[in-house]
């Protein structure tokens, strides 16, 4: 599965980059995915694109796993599009707009905030007492049980 992060849109939503500078929300974002590009969103290779120009005048480079692109002439949305139409691409992106646009052509949509640091994150319970009808501080029981029954020994 190949990403197409819409740059701008996740780091704007993003509480731990929004009040950054342009250019400090593309370098936390690009160094987060090119460190956890694939725990935060799977295997796959990942661009980001981000509208505009570099200020090194840089149209494409790499950091690590991740191809960084600037729209340059187009907007972002339009060049993501214009990929995603190529097939096999999930866009990350919160763009209603260009959700649609993007699924018209076969794309997965994932939300933006897959990409944030802060995401929560579903773990499995530690004990599965309370999903069997146990209920809360059902271990005590068993701790003083096991005091009672075990120490002696």
């Not at 200020?55 to 995603?84: K, M, P, Q």
């Not at 929560?120 to 059902?138: E, T």
């Amino acid at each position: 599965m190949r990403y197409l992060v819409d740059g701008y849109n996740v780091t704007k939503r993003d509480p731990a980059t929004s009040r950054f500078s342009l250019e400090d929300q593309r370098e936390a974002l690009v160094a987060r995915l090119a460190t956890r590009g694939a725990g935060l969103l799977g295997p796959g290779p990942i661009m980001v694109v981000f509208d505009g120009v570099a200020e090194a005048g840089v149209g494409t480079f790499r950091r690590g796993a991740v191809e960084v692109r600037f729209s340059r002439f187009e907007s972002a949305d339009d060049l993501i599009a214009r990929l995603a139409e190529e097939g096999g691409a999930t866009v990350v992106t919160s763009d209603t707009g260009l959700a649609i646009r993007v699924g018209a052509h076969g794309a997965r949509v994932l939300n933006a905030g897959v990409c944030f640091e802060g995401r929560a994150v579903k773990s499995k319970p530690r004990y599965p007492a309370s999903s069997v009808g146990l209920p809360r501080g059902a271990n005590k029981v068993t701790e003083e049980l096991k005091k009672l029954w075990l120490d002696d020994k």
